[in-house]
């Protein structure tokens, strides 16, 4: 079974640039999470969905950072424009049902705004 | 105060030593609990999860108070293969609200 698809793996992009990172969960996982991890930190949880409903999205930085899942599948999250601070690696997570609560992560998508 | 607390480490341990880190939380409310391994340039991977009771995998053992809200692992006859970042997780009730510490890193020395 496939798991957590992320790309790109590494972007480099100048500030005031924009981005898209994008993330295809487990087959069958409704609930899918974007964590941004600055470096010897945990990660940070942007945004959680479930299903195509964004449930949790108070960390999310809404005037730069935008997220969208239309049909409760794969996932895009975008900044625009980027910051210097927003270098960081952007993980994406997804969970499946159940009670087990074990969350699956992509490799990340590494992000260098020079 | 965060949500989730780690001692960052590091830790530097010889081969065959035995290493504890805790973690506490500050949502007394909060569901379950578990411990994620991190190598370096990777992603988090599930390498427990921790019960009430206590839980033991192998050279791993997890336990839970809830009283004083703190979470520990304890891994015996550590391995080079054990060097990684240890990172303390938290579910809240009800919303899967899944909250991350900043982790723990460990070094194991031959």
């Known amino acids: 079974e496939a798991g957590v698809v992320q790309s790109p793996r590494y972007k480099i992009i100048e500030k005031k640039q924009p981005v898209a990172f994008w993330c295809n969960p487990i087959s069958g996982h409704n609930t899918l999470y974007w964590y941004r991890q600055n470096l010897g930190q945990g990660p940070e949880l942007l945004i959680r969905y479930e299903n195509e409903e964004a449930v949790d999205d108070s960390q999310l930085p809404k005037d730069r950072f935008s997220a969208e899942r239309l049909k409760g599948v794969d996932s895009t999250l975008k900044i625009q424009p980027a910051e210097l601070g927003d270098s960081a690696v952007y993980l994406c997570?997804?969970?499946?049902?159940?009670?087990?609560?074990?969350?699956?992560f992509g490799e990340g998508s590494r992000l260098t705004v020079l | 105060r965060k949500e989730v607390e780690q001692d960052p480490g590091p830790f530097n341990v010889p081969e065959g030593a035995t290493v504890a880190f805790n973690c506490t939380y500050s949502?007394?409310?909060?569901?379950?609990f578990f411990w994620y391994r991190q190598d370096c340039r990777k992603e988090p991977k599930l390498l427990m999860s921790v019960y009430s009771s206590g839980n033991e995998d192998g050279r791993f053992t997890a336990q839970l108070n809830r009283a004083s809200q703190y979470i520990s692992l304890l891994i015996r006859d550590s391995k080079l293969s054990d060097s990684a970042t240890y990172l303390c997780v938290v579910l809240s009730t009800g919303g899967f609200k899944t909250i991350f510490g900043a982790g723990t890193r460990l070094f194991v020395k031959a």
């Open positions: 949502n007394s409310a909060s569901q379950s």
């Open positions: 997570a997804s969970r499946g049902g159940g009670n087990t609560g074990e969350l699956f």
